[in-house]
């Protein structure tokens, strides 16, 4: 070991010797010396950072929506999706008010039974107490019915309950029915204008004959019933 540093110092004082002599070929070796190991510490360097950069973009990468919680992503894509059910449902009901703020009564007379859901009534035909899901009319001076908004006929059916009965659909899930009647001048699948005469009443034979001649009259909305009255003016 000492003879190994001994020959260190030697060679370092030869080194400080030449140098001292301006010996020039040991001059340039030794620059040359220098600048290489420059180079070779700079490529070093630079090729470390750059490793550095890709490895860190590489883990950015890998690490995107690691740290997402599954539960809150879940949550917030059920609130989007009620939102966007609350827009269309808010945008339906819109349309059906249009349609609805239209609606014109289908006889021109007296209302003689009210719309409820909430009283019995006694119907002495069947000897039964009953809601009543729409207004009874009785006619003025004419015994002929209009559709009460543009629609598509649905269905024409008699029976000994209802006598003869059409339903008429006026899309946006409105539909509105016509009972009592004694005869129908419209067909399933005709498509009628606001205005249009589809049938007319007189003599009935149904549970609400004791009342005689009316339209039995129904408003459906989205499937319920509703008071026909709180739209027509």
């Known amino acids: 070991m000492k003879n190994r540093f001994k020959n260190a110092r030697t060679k370092m004082k030869n080194f400080f010797i030449r140098l001292k002599h301006k010996d020039t070929s040991f001059f340039i070796i030794a620059l040359c010396i220098v600048l290489l190991s420059t180079a070779i510490v700079w490529r070093y360097t630079s090729n470390s950072g750059k490793e550095n950069n890709v490895a860190d973009n590489r883990n950015e990468d890998e690490n995107i929506g690691v740290n997402l919680d599954p539960v809150e992503e879940e949550n917030r894509s059920i609130m989007e999706g009620y939102e966007n059910a609350k827009d269309e449902e808010d945008e ?8 609805l703020n239209t609606m014109k009564l289908p006889l021109d007379g007296e209302i003689i039974r009210e719309f409820t859901m909430d009283d019995l009534i006694y119907y002495e035909a069947i000897g039964e107490w009953r809601v009543h899901r729409g207004v009874d009319i009785k006619p003025n001076d004419t015994l002929m019915i209009e559709s009460a908004l543009a629609g598509t006929v649905e269905s024409v059916n008699t029976s000994e309950i209802m006598g003869t ?3 008429i659909d006026h899309g946006n899930n409105i539909k509105t029915v016509y009972s009592n009647l004694v005869t129908a001048s419209v067909k399933v699948g005709e498509q009628v204008q606001q205005g249009h005469v589809i049938g007319n009443v007189g003599k009935i034979a149904s549970i609400e004959s ?14 319920k019933n509703v008071n026909p009255l709180d739209y027509i003016k």
């Open 92 to 99: 339906k009901d819109s349309e059906n008010s249009d349609n």
């Open 165 to 167: 009965e059409i339903i």
């Open 210 to 223: 004791a009342d005689g001649a009316h339209l039995h009259f129904e408003l459906l909305v989205d499937g």
